[in-house]
C-alpha cells in the first residue's frame, strides 16, 4: 500500500500561481498511476489530472487543460500539480490519489489541500 501527503495549498490572488506537492510513502511509487481530483464548496468531487508510470503520458480535464501541469519525480516520490492563470472557480480542496496500473479506480488517497483563489 501507498500512504499520500498532500501540501503547497493556499490563498492566491486571480492569475496567479500555485505548486502542489505530494509525497508518497515506501519505495514502490513509480508502480502507481497518479492522479489529482478536487471538490469545490457544495459540488461533487471532480478529475483534474492524470499521469502515468513514467510521466511520459498526462491526460487533463477540459477545465484545466492549458493551466495545469501535473508531473513526477519518481526518485523524490512525488508527485506535482503546477497550477497556472488560477481562476475562483478552481477554489477547492485538491487531493493527490494513487492507483495499479490494472485497476479501474484510484486506491489510495491523500487528506487534501486548500485552494483559494481570491477576485
Known amino acids: 500500500q501507498v500512504q499520500l501527503v498532500e501540501s503547497g495549498g493556499g490563498l492566491v490572488q486571480v492569475g496567479g500561481s500555485l505548486r502542489l506537492s505530494c509525497a508518497a510513502s515506501g519505495r514502490t511509487f513509480s508502480s502507481y498511476f497518479m492522479g489529482w481530483l478536487r471538490q469545490a464548496p457544495g459540488k461533487e468531487r471532480e478529475f483534474v489530472a492524470h499521469?502515468?508510470?513514467?510521466?511520459?503520458?498526462?491526460y487533463y480535464s477540459d477545465s484545466v487543460k492549458g493551466r495545469f501541469t501535473i508531473s513526477r519525480d519518481n526518485a523524490k516520490n512525488t508527485v506535482y500539480l503546477q497550477m497556472n492563470s488560477l481562476k475562483p472557480e478552481d477554489t477547492a480542496v485538491y487531493y493527490c490519489a494513487a492507483k495499479r496500473p490494472y485497476v479501474k479506480d484510484y486506491e489510495y488517497w491523500g487528506q487534501g489541500t486548500q485552494v483559494t483563489v481570491s477576485s
Open positions: 499521469i502515468n508510470l513514467s510521466g511520459d503520458y498526462t
